[in-house]
C-alpha cells in the first residue's frame, strides 16, 4: 500500500525526490503493488510522437491488485455501498470478498462469448453495481473498457462504439434517475442498427419495462451469467497494455477516445487518492460522479477499490426525492469523505440552507470539488455548512487525459485557499506559457497551463489516432503537454485554473466541445450555419449560447425552430448538450477569411460590448450591431 505524505515538509521532500529523481520516486510507489513481474525501466518518454511507458515490461493485472492483493486483511471489509435512485429500495453493500466473486463470474461469462484480451466492451449501464463489476470484469480479462455515460444519446453510442470496434455491448432495459424512467435499451436498439462490430448485448434487468430482445443478438444478464463459474484466474497483462478508452470532447470535431494503460493509471489512481484525500482505515468515502465520467473511473472505482476504500455509488440525483438527499446518504452511511462537483453546491445553495442545516453531517472529515473552478460563494457555503469549517476543502484539478488529480491541496496538509487548486503532486511538473510558448517564470503570473514532465496516469493516445493525440496536446507547444487550461501563479506558487483557453465549454463540469453542438445544430435542415459559445451561468458554471442563421422561415417555422434545434441537439448528443439560449440572426461576425470571431460572439453573450477590441477586419461589422440588438441578454456598451 502506498503510504501517505502526512506533512507539508514530507510533501517538499517527497516533491523534490520526485523531480529530482522521477524514477527512483516512482518505483518506490510501484513496489507496493502486486506485480507478475517487476518492469525493467521504470520511464521512457518524448513529448514530440508522443511516447511514453511507464514500468516497461512490467507484468501484472490491476484487479489482482484491488482483490488479491486486498482480500488477506480485507475480505469481509465493505468494498461498495450501492445507494439506489428510490431511497425506499433497499441498499446493497459488497465487501472485497463478494465483489470479487461477482467480478470473477462476469469475467467468465465474457470469456464464454469469446471476449479476449485486448478486445473492446462497450458499457452503457446505469449507476448499478453491475457497472464497476463488469468494468473490474473486464480488465481481470484483458479486454478493453469504453463505458459510455448512459445519458448520451443513440447517435453519440453509435459513434463511441463504431470509433472502437467494440465486440460486445452491456447495458440495461432502463434506468432511473430521480422522477424520470428512461427506456435505456431502445437508445441502444436505435444505436445498433448501425454497429456491426457488436454482437451481443447483455441485457440487465433495473426497470420493469417491457423491451424487444432481437433474436441471436440480446441476451438477458441472467442468462449470461448462467452455469459460469465463480473462480478467475485474472489475465497476465503488460504495463503498457490499453486499461481503457473513455471519450471526451475536444475544439474541434467528434469527441475522442482517450486511451489509458495499466501499470501507469493504477500507480498513480491510489496514490492520489490516498494522498489527496488523506483516506484512513475505517473511512467512508463518497463520490458522486457517474462512473461514466473519468472521476467516477478514477476516484469511485479504481482510486478507492485499490486502496481497500469503502466507496459509495449513487444511482440518484442530488435533488430527489428532495435536496437533502445527498446530506441523508452522509448521515445514513457516516460518510467521512464527500467529493462532489460545484455545479451540485451551487445548485444545493439555489434550494436553501435548510436541507442541509436540518442534518447530522458530524461524520464528515474532508470535501472535494472536481470539475470546474469553483466560485468564492460555493467554496464558503460548502465549508462553512456543509464541513462546518472543520472539513479542509481539496479542490482538485485534473482532466480526463491526466487519469488522476494533478494539482490540489492534500487534506489537512496544504494550506487552503479558496478558489485555488493550490499545489502540484509530487511527480507533476506544471509550467506557465505565454502563447508563442515561452516559459513564464516566477510568480504572481498568468499563461496556459503545460506539463514540462510526465506522470504515470498521462494520456498515452486517442485510439484509433495516435496523430490527434500529438496534435491535441503535444504539438502545440513544443515539448509540453497542453492541458487547454489557463491559470495563475500567484505570490506562494499556489495555482488557480482560470478555464478553458479553446473551444471546449464546461457545462455543469462535463465537457462539451462548440465544434459538435454546431455540427448538430447544422443537421436541421432550415440552418444555414450556427456559433457556439459559452456565456457565465450561475448554476451550471457555462452555458451553451448559440448564434444560429437560417434559411428564409415562415412564421410558422419560426415559432418551431428553437424547440427544434434543442430537440435535435439532444437527439444527437444528449440533453446535457442543449443550448441554454438560442439567437437567429441574420449573419455571423467573420473575418475576410472567413473565419467566425467567436471572441466577438463571446463577449455578447456574456452581456459586455464595452470591449470588443478590434472589430475592422471584419467582413461586414454591421453584423455587430444586429446580434447586440437582439441578443438574449442586456449588452452592456
Ligand atoms: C476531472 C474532470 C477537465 C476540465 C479541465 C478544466 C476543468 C476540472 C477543475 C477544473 C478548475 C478544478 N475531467 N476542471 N477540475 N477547473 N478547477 N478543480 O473534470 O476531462 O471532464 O474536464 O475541467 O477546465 O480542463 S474532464
Redesign the pocket.
Known sequence: MIKKISSMAEYHQQYQESVQDPEGFWAKQAETFMWQKKWDKVLDWNFKEPNVKWFVNGKLNITENIFERNLPTRRDQVALIWEPNDPKEKEIKLTYGQLFEKVCVVANALKKQGVGKGDRVAIYLPMVPELPIAMLACARIGAVHSIVFAGFSATSLMDRINDSQCKIILTANGLFRGNKNVALKSIVDEALVNCPSIEHAIVLRRTGDPINMVEGRDIWWEDFLKGVSNENTAEVMDSEDTLFILY?SGSTGKPKGVLHTIGGFMVYAEYSFMNVFQYNEGDVYFCTADIG???GHSYLAYGPLLAGATSIMFEGVPSYPDAGRFWDIVDKYKVTHFYTAPTAIRALIAMGDDWVTSKDLSSLKVLG??????NEEAWKWYNDLVGKGRCPIV???????TGGILISPLAGITPLKPSY?TLPLPGVQPVLVDPEGNVIEGNNVQGNLCMKFPWPGIIRSTYGDHDRCRVNYFATYENLYF???GAKRDEDGFYR?L??VDDVI?VS???IGTAEVEDAINQHPKVVESAVVGYPHPIKGAGIYAYVTTEHLTDDQLATIEKEIVDLVSKLIGPIAKPDKIQLTPGLPKTRSGKIMRRILRKIGEGDASSLGDTSTLLDPSVVEDIIKGAKVDVKR
Not at 369 to 374: F, K, R, Y
Request: proline share 4%; aromatic share 10%.
Open positions: 471526451t465520467w473519468i472521476t470539488s472536481v470539475g470546474e473552478p469553483i479542490d482538485t484539478w485534473w482532466q480526463t487525459e487548486a492541458t487547454g487550461d485554473i478555464g478553458r464546461n463540469g462535463h465537457r
